[in-house]
């Protein structure tokens, strides 16, 4: 057997279809693990800048003191952007009441329909390249197979000319060309273990974002009405009820 058979042997002697097919994996495989770096350190970062916001949330006395902290340091992260927008839907609301077409039926259907929103544009933030790592993690192996297909064939065609067909001469090329199956399989495992591991993270940060959501709602309009004396002047405490005494 020739010693010198090997991955470089292979790639000297493939043909434009072979030479493609490995550019193919080597970009979905350079694409995929783009991502997946990429997406693992913003997933960190955003984790640790919720925790330490929904701390300072529930730790403040008041959505006039959130308000007030939203105002000296941007949202960086999902739920500061939902506190953030909600907040400044409700200050609208008070000060033009129902003159706003967005604001139509009221403050409870307008925070509503603003978090519901609110949630689905972080949903298709996180999914942003999932996309390609699923079809890495399908198409991979197909394509390296492919590969490996085309490579046996071109073997055995040389073979035949040749007229060689003893094992040491057949077992070479034929095992070269398995390598593009190996490749395919190398490419498509982490796209697919990293495609299932962000998408159970985002279910459960989704999750957290819509729960988080429902209490916000809550504190907005009836939690701060009920904490707030009627005295109290206050851009998000909702009119007195009807027939109550001034």
Not at 16 to 27: D, P
Not at 124 to 143: Q, W
Not at 147 to 157: R, S
Not at 205 to 210: G, P
């Amino acid at each position: 057997m020739d010693n010198t058979l090997g991955f470089a042997h292979f790639l000297s002697h493939s043909d434009a279809l072979g030479r493609i097919v490995l550019v193919l994996l080597l970009a979905l495989s350079v694409a995929s693990w783009y991502l997946i770096v990429t997406k693992a350190l913003a997933n960190h970062r955003a984790g640790r800048r919720a925790e330490t916001f929904l701390r300072q949330f529930w730790a403040a006395d008041s959505l006039q003191d959130i308000a007030a902290a939203l105002r000296q340091r941007p949202a960086d992260n999902a739920f500061a952007e939902l506190a953030q927008a909600a907040l400044d839907a409700a200050h609208e609301h008070h000060q033009h009441g129902v003159q706003k077409l967005a604001a139509a039926g009221g403050l409870g259907e307008f925070l509503t329909r603003l978090l519901r929103n609110g949630i689905d544009q972080e949903a298709m933030r996180v999914e942003r390249g999932l996309t390609v790592m699923a079809s890495a993690g399908s198409a991979a192996p197909y394509i390296g197979l492919f590969g490996t297909v085309w490579g046996i064939y071109h073997a055995l065609l040389a073979i035949g000319l040749s007229g060689q067909g003893t094992l040491d001469k057949v077992s070479g090329p034929v095992g070269e060309a398995l390598i593009m199956t190996a490749l395919g399989l190398a490419v498509a495992i982490p796209a697919v273990l990293a495609y299932n591991a962000f998408n159970r993270r985002n279910r459960v940060w989704l999750a957290r974002l819509d729960g988080f959501a429902h209490d916000l709602y809550t504190v907005i309009t009836v939690g701060e009405r009920a904490s707030r004396p009627a005295a109290v002047v206050h851009p998000l405490r909702a009119a007195p009820p009807v027939g109550a005494k001034g």
